[in-house]
């Protein structure tokens, strides 16, 4: 899933600033999950601008709603009822659903609420960790499912550097080495020989965002 | 045994089910604190239902420094569900402190106020009675949400 986190609240309440009536809108999907934009987190928001504008003398009108999506135009659709009363949205979906409630209704502000971090998931109840970057050409065949891209902080392709150190990375040692983990999972699988031997030509980069925004089309699929 | 008739208690099964929302809505209804009263650690009949609301208290806490308002304002207290003696020591103690940071700004509107939790301040001998005369005239009223 996609995994954001609440943008401090002073940056929040500088952004609605000039608004006395915002649209507040979640979504059900990936940042429910990780507890960032979901429903109780569109209730915790709406309550403390609430809170900071009435310690002001200064109330704000705050229409609460929680789409199913807000990747989809199809939901970002639900609020043309009601949005045009309100002066800016203010969206706590990731960058995706920001951008969909900005092309979608063009004359009022989209904000974001969150920040966007990464494709991850739970480690632990409260704990995410990032998974995959979105590379366009997987190579977890080869790599005992453990993502060198992601989980090697130089996402390296045939083996570690020298700042692997006891099973950890140089950058952070509480960040464990991605090659490492790779090897012992290579090795438990009896493959290492016969996989991690083999080298990795370099990678074409115009599938990940070196190539600019990405696109998929099934023509099976359109209408 | 008397404790300031000021503290309106919202039973609930367990502190377990305290919820941010609620702490934060409570503030929204114009108290000027709340606090959790949940069983002592360790002795929870659903575990750890008392553990996760002094996160949630944490996180309430956290949020109102951002705001601008006193974390003070909202506590997590324990005690036994036995003993009557605590419970009116907290709910005078809890008073007192509220009494000293005055009324919300979100009731007065009056901006932000210092956000550093002031010590905790000692229980008056009168209790229940000095914080009742006090807090009415600012129109505080604690609330507390009990296990």
Redesign the interface.
Same mark, same amino acid.
């Given at each position: 899933m996609i995994i954001g986190h609440r943008k401090p609240l002073e940056e929040i309440l500088q952004m609605v600033e000039p608004f006395d009536k915002i649209a507040l809108i979640g979504c059900k999907g990936c940042v429910a999950v990780c507890a960032a934009g979901g429903e109780k987190e569109v209730g915790i928001l709406a309550s403390a601008l609430r809170l900071a504008r009435k310690k002001d003398g200064r109330e704000i009108e705050i229409k609460e709603v929680t789409l199913e999506r807000q990747c989809d135009p199809e939901y970002i659709e639900e609020i043309e009822g009601f949005v045009h009363d309100y002066q800016a949205v203010l969206s706590i979906a990731c960058g995706v659903g920001v951008q969909y409630m900005a092309e979608r209704y063009k004359e009022i502000p989209a904000l974001p609420g969150l920040n966007t971090d990464f494709m991850g998931g739970s480690e632990e109840q409260g704990v995410w960790v990032e998974k995959c970057q979105g590379c366009g050409n997987c190579v977890l065949h080869l790599t005992g499912g453990i993502c060198p891209i992601t989980r090697c902080s130089k996402s390296l392709l045939n083996g570690p550097c020298g700042g692997s150190s006891g099973g950890m990375c140089e950058i952070n040692p509480e960040i464990a080495c991605g090659w490492q983990l790779i090897v012992d999972r290579l090795e438990s699988l009896g493959l290492l020989e016969k996989v991690y031997e083999q080298i990795m030509p370099y990678k074409d980069w115009t599938t990940s965002r070196d190539g600019g925004p990405r696109k998929i089309v099934r023509e099976d699929m359109r209408e | 045994m008397d404790y300031p008739p000021n503290v309106k208690i919202i039973r609930i099964p367990c502190t377990g089910k305290v919820?941010? !929302?609620y702490l =934060?809505?409570a503030?929204?209804d114009g108290v000027d604190g709340v606090y959790a009263a949940g069983c002592e650690e360790g002795d929870c009949h659903f575990l750890v239902g008392n553990i996760r609301a002094k996160k949630r208290v944490g996180y309430v806490k956290s949020? !109102?420094k951002? =705001?601008?308002?006193n974390p003070g304002r909202v506590e997590m207290y324990n005690m036994s569900a036995a003993d009557g003696p605590r419970f009116v020591q907290v709910a005078r103690e809890f008073t007192a402190r509220i009494k000293a940071l005055g009324p919300s700004?979100?009731?007065t509107?009056?901006?932000?106020e210092p956000t550093e939790e002031v010590p905790e301040h000692a229980p008056e001998s009168e209790g229940g009675e000095a914080a009742k005369q006090e807090e009415r005239p600012a129109g505080g009223e604690p609330a507390q949400p009990a296990a």
């Open positions: - | 919820d941010a !929302l =934060l809505k503030l929204e949020i !109102l951002d =705001l601008g308002i700004p979100v009731k509107g009056k901006g932000s």
